[in-house]
C-alpha cells in the first residue's frame, strides 16, 4: 500500500505539467536517490532501496519511473507511479538480473519519440545531483536535445504544502511528542545513548511511524559537539547534560524534535543558565515568525543575542529552516537568506550551538505551519517547553 493519496499525485503532476508548458519542455526527468528521496518521493510517495532512478513526466501520456529490476516489484506496488523501466546507470553495479528487461536511453527516446512526438526540449530536476555517469547518459542517449535545469522552479511546488500535506506533518510532530517522552524517561546515570535511542524509536515504529527524517540524534557530554551525533555505546554519567532529536515520518513526512536535557534529571545553575540562553533566542526567533519576512530578518534577533554573549563562533545552523518530506529542507531562513516567508509553509525553529568550551552543544527545536496570522505550533508541549523562560 502507498503512501500517497490519488488527488494529491493527480495535483502534483498537473503542476509540474504547468511548469513544462511555460518553458515549452516535451518531458522533464526528475532524479532521485536514497539520499536524495525528497523529489521522487513528492511525486511517488515512494523511494527504491539500493537503486537510484528518476522520474520521467511527458507533456501528454502517463508517466513512468526510470530505475533498476530490483526495485520494480516494490515500485508496482507501492509506488503513485507504476509504469517502470529499467536502465543499468540506476541498478547495483555488477549485480546480474538475467530475467529482467533492461533498456538504455537510446531505445527509451525511441519509444518517447512514438508516444510523445518530437522531443526538443527535457526539463531536468536535481542534475546536480546525478551521477556523472547518469547525467552522460540522459545528454547522449537525448542527442540533439537541449536540457534544460529547472529544480528551482519544482522545488518551490514543495515549499508551500496542501493541507494533506499539514495533516501528516502534524500526525507526524505527536509521534515527535511520544518519542520526547519516551527517551527523558530512558535517559538516567548508567545508561547508553543506544538505550535511548532505542527508546524513541520504539516509541515512534510503535504508533505507526513510516520512517524517519534523520537517525536519532543521542549525544552526551562532549559528544553533543558533533552536531548531529548518532547513538554510540557510550554510558552517560551523572552530572552530564546530553542532546537528544528525533524525527519520526507519516506517510513520508517528517515531525521532529530535539532537547538539552540533564542526565540525572536536574540541571546545575550553570546548566540552567545554557538552556535560558538557548530558550530566549528560541522566543526571539519564534516572534519573527511573520509572513511577509524575509530569511535573514527571521535570522537576526537570535544571532545578534548570541554575539552579545560571545557565542558567535559557535554558531553551526540557521535557526529556521523548512520542514516537509526531509527533517530540513529548503528554504533555509539563514543571515544571508531573501526567501521569503509565506503561509502554509512548514518550519522549524532550531536553536543551537556546538564546541563551547564549558556547555559544548545543545539544541532545541520544534516546528510551526505559518498562517496569515503567524505560526500555529505543531507540537503545543514542545511550543511550551522551549518558550518556558522560568527554568
Known sequence: MGYLIASEAEARLAKVREIMEKESLDITLIYYDESNIGNGWYLTGWCPQFESGAVLIPRKGAPMLLGGPESE???????????????????????????ATIIDFPKLFAELKVSVGDIRRIGLVGAGRMPHECYVGIEQGFKGCQLVDITEAFLNLRYHKSPWEIKQIRSAFLLADACYDAMKAAIKPGASEIQVAAAGEYAARSKGATGFGFSAIVGSGIRSNAVVPTATTKIMP??????????????????????????????????????????????????????????????????????????????????????????AEAPFFGPNSTDVLKPGMTVCVDVSFFGHPEFNGSRIETGYEITENGPVAFSAKMDAIHTNLNI
Open 73 to 99: 516489484p516494490f515500485a508496482k506496488q507501492d509506488s503513485a507511479i507504476s509504469e517502470t523501466r529499467n536502465f543499468p546507470v540506476f541498478m547495483v553495479p555488477d549485480e546480474e538480473y538475467p530475467a
Open 238 to 327: 551523572d552530572g552530564e547534560t546530553v542532546m537528544i532529536g528525533m524525527a519520526p515520518k507519516v506517510n513520508g513526512y517528517a515531525g521532529v524534535m530535539g532537547d538539552y536535557l540533564p542526565v540525572n534529571g536536574e540541571y546545575t545553575a550553570r546548566q540552567k543558565e545554557c538552556l535560558k540562553y538557548l530558550r530566549e533566542a528560541f522566543c526571539l526567533t519564534k516572534e519573527m515568525l511573520k509572513p511577509g519576512l524575509v530569511g535573514k530578518e527571521i535570522d537576526a534577533p537570535a544571532r545578534k543575542y548570541f554575539s552579545k554573549l560571545g557565542f558567535s563562533n559557535y554558531l553551526v545552523c540557521p535557526f529556521v529552516h523548512t520542514i516537509g518530506l526531509l527533517e
